[in-house]
Nanobody, 119 residues
Framework: QVDLVESGGGLVQAGGSLRLSCAAS????????MGWYRQAPGNERERVGI???????ELEDSVTGRFTISRDIAKNTVYLQMNDLKPEDTAVYYC?????????????WGQGTQVTVSS
């Protein structure tokens, strides 16, 4: 079991940058899969990207080249660096985790952080 807390959202103009943080309550070394999802009003939650336990990352085509995922193991934190933001990136961004201590089941979610990009 792990708790996730996101931070770093806010209002930014198109072309700007934000860095979201996801702080885990335990060591992220013990988490096989973490990721970022987002949900815009009226839309389903969609995947932005993931980071697996060996540090490899995958990003969706819509954000490749603009967003990056990284982690700081010492701080038990995963980051989503978002550059060249567009109005269509406006959404609530959620951190997720699965495979905690080798146990796979339902995703664990944070509470979300709002990102609003103005044109």
């Amino acid at each position: 079991q792990v708790d996730l807390v996101e931070s770093g959202g806010g209002l930014v103009q198109a072309g700007g940058s934000l860095r979201l943080s996801c702080a885990a309550s335990g060591s992220i070394v013990n988490i096989a899969l973490m990721g970022w999802y987002r949900q815009a009003p009226g839309n389903e939650r969609e995947r932005v990207g993931i980071i697996i336990d060996d540090g490899k990352t995958e990003l969706e085509d819509s954000v490749t080249g603009r967003f990056t995922i990284s982690r700081d193991i010492a701080k038990n934190t995963v980051y989503l660096q978002m550059n060249d933001l567009k109005p269509e990136d406006t959404a609530v961004y959620y951190c997720m985790a699965n495979g905690v201590d080798g146990v796979w089941g339902h995703n664990t979610w944070g509470q979300g952080t709002q990102v609003t990009v103005s044109s």
